[in-house]
């Protein structure tokens, strides 16, 4: 999103309301570092959908701004939200008998 004049919940606002813009939903991804860029495939169901090119510095605010977001909505909520590693670590775990419950 372009940045303009308005703050970040206008250009927020702004972007939700534009129907041109495309909308994605992803439950996994996977990502790689270059010499000169980060580069994240957006993946649903194991299947890519998209590709997302950034510089460093944006790859690294990016990675803060999710990380500070996530960690208000646990304190919040006073959870912890598993990662995808945690939750499928955490099912290898169980036997049988806990799964499907």
């Not at 996994?28 to 993946?43: A, E, H, P, Q, Y």
């Not at 690294?60 to 006073?78: D, N, R, S």
Request: hydrophobic share 35%; no cysteine.
């Amino acid at each position: 999103m372009a940045e303009t004049g308005s703050g970040p919940l206008e250009q927020l606002k702004s972007a939700l309301a534009d129907r041109e813009l495309p909308t994605l939903y992803f439950n996994g991804f996977i990502n790689s570092i270059g010499t000169g860029d980060v580069v994240i495939v957006l993946r649903r169901h194991g299947k890519p959908i998209a590709i997302l090119n950034t510089s460093y510095p944006v790859a690294k605010t990016l990675a803060e701004h999710l990380g500070g977001m996530i960690a208000q909505f646990e304190q919040q909520t006073g959870k912890t939200v598993m990662t995808i590693d945690q939750i499928r670590k955490s099912l290898s775990e169980g036997t049988d008998d806990e799964v499907d419950r």
